[in-house]
């Protein structure tokens, strides 16, 4: 959670299930044993020298680490099978051991055998359901670790924030730019292409919590711990594209036991030169900095933890931990209501793409739907699907709304009958500030434990982003991001670890994989 005019540090840790500590003890083991079954002396990337290959040394030694995790991975499910065809014949055991009894007994005592009949029958559904169950997770773990690679692959990184980045969003106008809010008291916009910051926003005193851009002007819209809102204008100036280097393997694909490597996964960890717009130790490298706001609204006694554009921008919502959310007009800066009602801190706030209307979500675990289209009336409802706090809950374009919250699951809505959630994506982790695509629906969830994952709006998983020592996430992922708009990079992702990252998520075959 952000905090007031500071960084923030550490991460919440998901709790593990005692199948997984088993899973990660022997996980070890092998690894150990796998050492010392190579002769001494003797590195990974030497066995190899007697084979004829142009590939330079120190990648085909990160092709060997990248095989070896690919066995590893393997090693678990088959271990994990294993265990399970012995819970299977345990529970077969057991399930013969009642059907003797019954057999044997005297066949006058009615009662008894239907009560028999019944444990029997009780066993074959547990055994049908643990069967199901195990037979799904292996499934799902084949489909998360090859198809996610071959339909959601990392294109770049954009690296320069000295902190926790907390949001990020993609201007609706040209030119089309990534704006990352941190808590470095800083917001960076950056060159999609490029992966280079263009600007960057310093007027803020306090960790800067989101980000949002104007839907037809080049203005953004910044939330502070500072306890304030800023609205400030920007003009960026892309740099051209780079030229593909002339790799002839560049384009190469390595399969291997149903994985998909791209040469550009496979990352040579090599120190490298700072590029223009990246942070140094001692502080921001000479890229164009706006430092005064256009307009500050200043009405909230708490941290700024989200803002949002009305439709048509003319008027903006923001979301405080003073309990209250403030509509504020644009042009003037004039507060226009405040929205009072939460019992506890306000943790987002979104409003309707093309309806005058806003949802703000809370630690009370509520979230409520405010409405303006009536100059006269403002309705309120609270909806209180969820048991733990409310992270985020955004309108789609159609008539849903989608809730996350640090209770693992999320919740899609119908605007015309909000009662009770049309569709409940059960998760095992905390679930941070969530995203859907305007045109294939399809919802972004950012996890405490570094993970994401993509659902349809019937709560159907889809996939999940790849993650591993070179390539996603080291720490909490904090908010995502679509960018339909650009066929290439269309999802965005940023954390803890003060990077942002760009995504290409081959969404037709997304869906015609479901």
């Not at 002769?39 to 290959?53: C, N, T, Y």
């Not at 310093?202 to 953004?220: C, D, L, R, W, Y």
């Not at 309108?395 to 909000?418: A, I, Y």
């Amino acid at each position: 959670m952000p905090v007031e005019g500071g960084s923030s540090s550490g991460s919440t840790s998901a709790a593990r299930h005692p199948k997984q500590k088993r899973k990660a003890h022997s996980l070890s083991i092998r690894r150990t044993n796998s050492t010392e079954d190579r002769p001494p002396g003797i590195q990974r990337g030497d066995m190899l020298e007697g084979q004829d290959s142009k590939l330079p040394l120190s990648l085909r030694n990160n092709l060997l680490d990248l095989f070896g995790q690919i066995e590893r991975e393997f090693e678990n499910l088959y271990i994990e099978n294993l265990e399970l065809r012995r819970e299977i014949d345990s529970l077969n055991e057991r399930l013969t051991g009642d059907g003797q009894t019954v057999d044997g007994g005297d066949p006058t005592k009615g009662a008894l055998k239907t009560k028999a009949s019944h444990s029997t029958s009780q066993l074959s559904q547990k055994l049908k359901t643990t069967y199901k169950a195990s037979t799904s997770k292996i499934v799902s773990s084949f489909k998360a670790t090859t198809g996610s690679r071959a339909l959601c692959q990392l294109l770049k990184e954009y690296v320069g924030h000295r902190d926790g980045i907390w949001d990020l969003s993609v201007t609706r106008t040209q030119p089309v730019v990534l704006g990352t809010a941190s808590a470095d008291h800083s917001a960076l916009l950056w060159s999609i292409e490029t992966g280079k910051c263009v600007l960057r926003y310093a007027g803020h005193a306090g960790s800067v919590n989101s980000i949002k851009f104007h839907p037809t002007e080049q203005m953004a819209l910044t939330a502070s711990g500072d306890q304030t809102a800023h609205i400030w204008r920007y003009m960026v100036q892309l740099p051209a594209p780079q030229p593909p280097p002339d790799v002839s393997v560049s384009s190469s694909a390595l399969f291997f036991t149903g994985h998909l490597f791209t040469l550009s996964q496979v990352k040579i960890d090599e120190g490298r030169d700072l590029e223009e717009g990246e942070v140094d130790g001692e502080g921001f490298c000479e890229v164009p900095t706006v430092r005064v706001a256009t307009a500050t609204l200043k009405s909230h006694q708490g941290v700024v933890i989200a803002a949002d554009w009305l439709v048509g921008g003319r008027q903006v919502v923001t979301a405080s931990w003073d309990r209250a959310a403030n509509l504020y007009e644009v042009e003037t800066s004039e507060l226009v209501h405040t929205l009072t009602g939460h019992d506890q801190e306000l943790t987002h706030c979104c409003t309707h793409p093309t309806q005058r209307l806003v949802v703000t979500s809370s630690r009370d675990t509520t979230f409520r739907l405010w409405d303006f289209r009536d100059p006269s009336i403002h309705s309120v409802n609270v909806f209180q699907g969820h048991t733990d706090t409310v992270t985020s809950a955004v309108f789609t374009v159609g008539d849903n709304v989608v809730s996350g919250s640090d209770d693992r699951t999320v919740k899609v809505w119908d605007l015309k009958n909000m009662r009770s959630p049309i569709a409940t994506i059960r998760t095992d982790s905390a679930v941070n500030r969530i995203s859907v695509s305007a045109n294939q629906r399809i919802i972004a969830l950012p996890h405490d434990n570094r993970q994401v994952r993509l659902f349809d709006m019937s709560g159907v998983r889809l996939a999940r982003l790849p993650r591993s020592n070179r390539m996603g996430h080291r720490r909490m992922v904090c908010c995502t991001a679509w960018n339909e708009e650009n066929q290439s990079c269309n999802l965005f992702t940023c954390g803890f670890d003060r990077q942002a990252i760009g995504w290409n998520i081959n969404i037709p075959a997304l869906l015609q994989e479901k």
